[in-house]
C-alpha cells in the first residue's frame, strides 16, 4: 500500500510565524504535491514537485514555498503566517506520468492548521 | 474555466437508499482521465476510480458504479444500497493527457447516510 504520511495532523501557530508542513512517501514517486482545502473550494494545488531540487507554482503559491531535498520528502513552509492560510493542507504522491497515462495520487491524513 | 463541476453540495439519505453523485468535465483534450476520491471523516482522501476518455464501458466494483458518458462531458458515481459508512465528501478530478501532473477537482459532495 502506498503510504503518505504528513507531520501534524493538527497545529496551531501565531501570526507572523514560519511554518513547517512535512510530507513523507515510501513509494519511491517521482511527483509530489501539496494542497489547500477550504469549504466550498475543493482542493486547490499550491505547488508541485516532479523530481528532487524541482518544483513548480500551483494555483495559489503566494505566501508559501516548498522544499524537495529528497525523493520522499516534501515540505511545504509559510514563510509568515497569516490567519488567511488557516485551512486543511493535503499532501499528495503519484508516480511519473507519462503523456496517455496519467497516474492517480495518494493523499495523506491532511493537516489542519490554524493561525491566530 | 472551471473544468470539474459537482453542483450537489450536500445530499442525505438513509440506509439502503441508492445516491448518484454528478460530476460534469469541461476540457479541450480529447485525451483525458477522470478520477473519484472518497474523504471520510478522518481526512485522507482515498482513490476509487480512474477512467481514460476511451473508455466509455460503465464500470461496477461493489455496491459502487460509474456512469461516463462524453456525449454529456458527465462521470456520476452511484453507490447502491448505501451503508452509513459510506457518509463522506466526495471529489471528482480530471487530468488532461498533456498536462498529466495537475489535477482539476470539483469543490467535493458530502454524503450523509443516515441509519
Known amino acids: 500500500d502506498v503510504k503518505v504520511t504528513q507531520s501534524s495532523r493538527y497545529l496551531v501557530k501565531r501570526t507572523g510565524e514560519k511554518v513547517f508542513l512535512e510530507c513523507v512517501q515510501d513509494?519511491?514517486?517521482?511527483?509530489m504535491f501539496w494542497y489547500r482545502q477550504d469549504p466550498g473550494l475543493g482542493l486547490r494545488l499550491i505547488y508541485f514537485?516532479?523530481?528532487?531540487?524541482?518544483?513548480e507554482k500551483g494555483d495559489i503559491p503566494e505566501g508559501y514555498s516548498v522544499s524537495r531535498e529528497k525523493k520522499e520528502r516534501f515540505s511545504l513552509i509559510l514563510e509568515s503566517a497569516s490567519t488567511n492560510q488557516t485551512s486543511m493542507y493535503l499532501c499528495?504522491?503519484?508516480?511519473?506520468?507519462?503523456?496517455?497515462?496519467?497516474?492517480?495520487?495518494?493523499f495523506g491524513p491532511g493537516t489542519r492548521l490554524t493561525v491566530t | 474555466a472551471q473544468k470539474v463541476t459537482q453542483a450537489q453540495t450536500e445530499i442525505s439519505v438513509v440506509e439502503k437508499e441508492d445516491v448518484t453523485l454528478d460530476c460534469v468535465y469541461e476540457?479541450?483534450?480529447?485525451?483525458?482521465?477522470l478520477f473519484w476520491y472518497k474523504q471520510p471523516p478522518s481526512g485522507e482522501l482515498v482513490f476509487l476510480i480512474r477512467r481514460n476518455s476511451f473508455d466509455e464501458q460503465n464500470e461496477i466494483s461493489g455496491r459502487y458504479s460509474w456512469n461516463f458518458q462524453k456525449s454529456t462531458s458527465s462521470f456520476n458515481f452511484t453507490i447502491t444500497a448505501s451503508q452509513v459508512v459510506d457518509s463522506a465528501v466526495y471529489f471528482c478530478?480530471?487530468?488532461?493527457?498533456?498536462?498529466?501532473?495537475?489535477?482539476?477537482f470539483g469543490s467535493g459532495t458530502k454524503l450523509n447516510v443516515k441509519p
Open positions: 478530478a480530471l487530468s488532461e493527457a498533456y498536462n498529466f501532473n495537475k489535477f482539476y
Open positions: 476540457t479541450r483534450d480529447t485525451t483525458y482521465y
Open positions: 513509494m519511491d514517486h517521482e511527483n
Open positions: 499528495a504522491s503519484s508516480p511519473a506520468g507519462t503523456v496517455g497515462t496519467n497516474r492517480e495520487q495518494y
Open positions: 514537485s516532479y523530481d528532487v531540487k524541482m518544483k
